[in-house]
């Protein structure tokens, strides 16, 4: 069984929708504590063809929470103005028709924690392509968090009884792979490269949300793009 682990982001670029595609199930490890001004609140979009970063904005947010303890902020006051943000960059895209109500909902969830809102648009986006993962949260389940980095890791891949162990290319400077095969794990990283695709008649932007991936490209061309990755 195919086990991969990772933080909760919200619509996150398309290279972690490949590493979710890749698994049988795929763990969202919301236990560990936030990073300010990383990824699980924030991601780029295109915007007059050029990245444009959007943020969730958080209530009391800290390094010294979990993450599925730092909440989203009630206010509707920014999902309008990220909405008309979206609406006014992607109306003239190919799939925006289908998409746009689509984001509209996963935008106006109203979740309390970011682990919960990122997992819904995760849910959601997965449905949308077709994807077939399992999707589960790490928080309450392990009972392993008096476990450190690695050896946390590797415990629930033995809780899951997973034999295959799958995590993104940045993982290769913390994850001993001798350390897995002992415990009959096999460990691989994940690389991607960023495959261009239109943008209206923009250069091509890489690493983008998957939003504008998706308002770009059909669900059949993207199924294409997420096979698009090396194994090492």
């Given at each position: 069984m195919k086990l991969a682990i990772m933080q909760p982001y919200f619509l996150p670029y398309l290279s972690y929708y490949k590493l979710l595609n890749l698994a049988d199930k795929f763990v969202i490890y919301d236990d560990v504590n936030f990073i300010n001004r990383g990824w699980i609140n924030r991601n780029n979009i295109l915007v007059g063809g050029k990245a444009h970063l959007f943020t969730v904005p958080l209530l009391n947010a800290s390094q010294?929470?979990?993450?599925?303890?730092?909440?989203?902020?009630?206010?509707?006051?920014?999902?309008?103005?990220?909405l008309k943000t979206i609406a006014q960059t992607y109306r003239k895209t190919p799939q925006y028709e289908t998409v746009f109500p689509f984001i509209e909902d996963i935008v106006n969830d109203t979740s309390e924690s970011i682990a919960d809102y990122c997992l819904q648009s995760l849910t959601k986006t997965v449905e949308?392509?077709?994807?077939?993962?399992?999707?589960?949260?790490?928080?309450?389940?392990?009972d392993n968090?008096?476990?450190?980095?690695?050896?946390?890791?590797?415990?629930?891949?033995?809780?899951?009884?997973?034999?295959?162990y799958i995590n993104s290319i940045r993982g290769q400077e913390l994850y001993?792979?001798?350390?897995?095969?002992?415990?009959?794990?096999?460990?691989?990283f994940i690389r991607t490269v960023p495959t261009p695709y239109p943008?209206?008649?923009?250069?091509?932007?890489?690493?983008?949300?998957?939003?504008?991936?998706?308002?770009?490209n059909s669900t059949d061309r993207i199924q294409e793009l997420l096979q698009e990755y090396e194994l090492i």
């Open positions: 010294n929470k979990l993450i599925y303890e730092v909440e989203v902020s009630p206010d509707s006051v920014w999902r309008k103005k990220l949308f392509l077709g994807i077939q993962t399992e999707i589960v949260k790490s928080s309450r389940q392990y968090a008096d476990l450190k980095s690695q050896n946390r890791i590797l415990d629930i891949c033995l809780k899951e009884e997973s034999n295959h001993d792979k001798t350390l897995f095969e002992n415990e009959g794990i096999r460990l691989n943008q209206f008649k923009n250069e091509f932007v890489p690493w983008l949300s998957i939003l504008d991936v998706l308002m770009f």
